[in-house]
């Protein structure tokens, strides 16, 4: 991470219009700096670091045309509450 001077490595990319600091950070690192989060936060960080970590999933086109008629059905008033589907399921 430091260069023989005790300099940090950094590159200055462009992302969005952004100016972005990019730092060589060894994995440790970004470990002790979530143990000095709080519970709260470490949630946060769960839902974003998830996100990232999992592969963005390919969905079939039967899959995306059950997505829309499943969205337009709530969008026209047609849904079932989470109950009556656990009844009609059996749990």
């Known amino acids: 991470m430091f260069n023989e001077r005790g300099v940090v490595n950094m590159v200055y990319l462009r992302?969005?219009?952004?100016?972005?600091?990019?730092m060589v950070v060894a994995r440790e690192q970004?470990?002790?700096l979530v143990?000095?989060?709080?519970d709260e936060q470490v949630k946060a960080l769960w839902v974003i670091l998830n996100a990232m970590?999992?592969?963005e999933v390919e969905v079939s086109p039967e899959d995306e045309a059950d997505i829309k008629e499943g969205l337009a059905d709530l969008e026209a008033g047609r849904k079932v509450s989470a109950e009556?589907?656990?009844?009609?399921l059996g749990i």
Request: no cysteine; hydrophobic share 45%.
């Open 15 to 22: 992302y969005n219009d952004l100016g972005v600091v990019n």
């Open 30 to 32: 970004v470990k002790a």
């Open 35 to 38: 143990d000095r989060l709080s």
């Open 53 to 55: 970590a999992w592969p």
């Open 84 to 88: 009556d589907a656990w009844k009609q």
